[in-house]
């Protein structure tokens, strides 16, 4: 059974199959999921040709249920894992000008300046994506979730929010998109969203090590005490005490290899597979600012786009989170958000994207 926490994250889902399986849907003001499936579609998705999705655990009156905990959303995910689907879309609007005139006063670099600025016509390209994650360790949990990958390489958010609200105004595209260059950013955008959605779990596991290593602990000391209890009776008696202290050693080794093998039952391991992918177009305000580190310069494009409606964030280099405000490292002058340029000592030393 998948598990998740949340709303929206399993209609989100189903809403992208269905569209990358050729269905018309549209979001009902109360948020369930209508659509239109073509016939040939209905036999793998086990669907009506026409029906109404419900962000729910269990079918309805007036729905079928694919929230978490449905046997519906389990086939649906078994579905798309076994053919990944891909959709392109673009959207055809005006991108917001106020947005792209305020960039210069929203960004901000932590350890440098800004040099100049330049804007113009651009493209804003989303790759958004939704995951099936499986973790297993002496238990197993499996989940679903979206990220969303922005035009300046940076985890973008706001973008899957605005394809979710503004999908009806939007037309086929093609799929297109630079994968080389992508695909290392959004491992690093999904391994983070991963670790944060199954970050209850990793806990639960944690903890249930250290109820058994404690347990282990117990067992072993209480042992240990019977032994040096017989120990001491068998000195003050004058009595040789080789064999109870050769079970001492052995105790203490035994509870040695008994806690080491706590680690591999309790090791997690997170599988990730793709299961939709939406690459969306958007006409977009580009910006190129001229930044500048010691006496070192380099451009950054950041794009205000007609999807998202706001100034979008530039990708941090070493671990493609999204930020307005970030540094330089001194080396290539990778952009850094603040925890990675904590940890490059303020960029002064070799960054994570400089030595991945």
Same mark, same amino acid.
């Given at each position: 059974?998948?598990?998740?926490?949340?709303?929206?994250?399993?209609?989100?889902?189903?809403?992208?199959?269905?569209?990358?399986?050729?269905?018309?849907?549209?979001?009902?003001?109360?948020?369930?999921?209508?659509?239109?499936?073509?016939?040939?579609?209905?036999?793998?998705?086990?669907? &009506?040709?026409?029906?109404?999705?419900?962000?729910?655990?269990?079918?309805?009156?007036?729905?079928?249920?694919?929230?978490?905990?449905?046997?519906?959303?389990?086939?649906?995910?078994?579905?798309?894992?076994? @053919?990944?689907?891909?959709?392109?879309?673009?959207?055809?609007?005006?991108? &917001?000008?106020?947005?792209?005139?305020?960039?210069?006063?929203?960004? /901000?670099?932590?350890?440098?300046?800004?040099? #100049?600025?330049?804007?113009? &016509?651009?493209? @804003?390209?989303?790759?958004?994506?939704?995951?099936?994650?499986?973790?297993?360790?002496?238990? /197993?949990?499996?989940?679903l979730f979206?990220?969303?990958?922005?035009?300046?390489?940076?985890?973008? &958010?706001?973008?899957?929010?605005?394809?979710? /609200?503004?999908?009806?105004?939007?037309?086929?595209?093609?799929?297109?998109?630079?994968?080389?260059?992508? $695909?290392?950013?959004?491992?690093?955008?999904?391994?983070?969203?991963?670790?944060?959605?199954? $970050?209850?779990?990793?806990?639960?596991?944690?903890?249930?090590k250290a109820?058994?290593?404690?347990?282990?602990?117990?067992?072993?000391?209480?042992?240990?005490?019977?032994?040096?209890?017989?120990?001491?009776?068998?000195?003050?008696?004058?009595?040789?005490?080789?064999? /109870?202290?050769?079970?001492?050693?052995?105790?203490?080794?035994?509870?040695?290899?008994?806690?080491?093998?706590?680690?591999?039952?309790?090791?997690?391991?997170?599988?990730?597979?793709?299961?939709?992918?939406?690459?969306?177009?958007?006409?977009?305000?580009a910006i190129?600012?001229?930044?500048?580190?010691?006496?070192?310069?380099?451009?950054?494009?950041?794009?205000?786009?007609?999807?998202?409606?706001?100034?979008?964030?530039?990708?941090?280099?070493? %671990?493609?989170?999204?930020?307005?405000?970030?540094?330089?490292?001194?080396?290539?002058?990778?952009?850094? %958000?603040? #925890? %990675?340029?904590?940890?490059?000592?303020? #960029?002064?030393?070799?960054?994570?994207? %400089?030595?991945?």
């Amino acid at each position: 059974m998948i598990e998740g926490s949340g709303t929206g994250d399993a209609l989100d889902f189903a809403a992208a199959l269905l569209a990358a399986r050729g269905a018309l849907a549209e979001r009902s003001p109360g948020g369930a999921l209508d659509y239109v499936l073509p016939a040939e579609a209905t036999a793998a998705l086990g669907l &009506p040709e026409a029906g109404r999705l419900l962000d729910a655990p269990a079918d309805a009156r007036d729905g079928a249920g694919v929230g978490f905990g449905s046997a519906r959303l389990d086939r649906l995910v078994a579905e798309a894992c076994a @053919a990944p689907s891909a959709v392109g879309l673009a959207i055809d609007d005006t991108p &917001p000008a106020s947005a792209a005139r305020s960039a210069r006063d929203r960004v /901000q670099i932590l350890n440098g300046v800004i040099a #100049g600025a330049s804007e113009g &016509p651009g493209e @804003a390209v989303y790759a958004i994506l939704h995951f099936h994650a499986v973790a297993r360790a002496d238990e /197993q949990r499996e989940t679903l979730f979206s990220i969303a990958c922005g035009p300046a390489g940076g985890e973008t &958010p706001a973008a899957t929010t605005a394809l979710e /609200q503004r999908i009806d105004d939007m037309r086929p595209a093609p799929a297109v998109v630079d994968t080389v260059t992508l $695909a290392a950013r959004i491992a690093r955008i999904a391994a983070r969203a991963a670790r944060e959605r199954l $970050a209850d779990f990793v806990d639960g596991v944690r903890r249930r090590k250290a109820r058994d290593g404690g347990r282990l602990r117990e067992y072993y000391g209480a042992l240990e005490v019977e032994v040096r209890s017989e120990i001491a009776r068998r000195r003050a008696r004058g009595s040789d005490t080789t064999a /109870q202290q050769r079970r001492l050693s052995s105790l203490a080794a035994d509870l040695d290899a008994k806690i080491e093998a706590l680690a591999p039952r309790f090791a997690v391991a997170i599988e990730l597979t793709p299961v939709a992918v939406a690459i969306v177009r958007a006409p977009s305000v580009a910006i190129d600012l001229r930044v500048r580190r010691r006496k070192a310069e380099r451009d950054v494009r950041l794009h205000a786009s007609a999807l998202t409606r706001e100034l979008d964030p530039v990708g941090c280099d070493a %671990c493609a989170a999204g930020v307005l405000a970030f540094g330089l490292c001194d080396d290539r002058l990778h952009v850094l %958000c603040a #925890g %990675c340029l904590r940890a490059a000592g303020g #960029g002064r030393r070799g960054c994570h994207a %400089c030595a991945p």
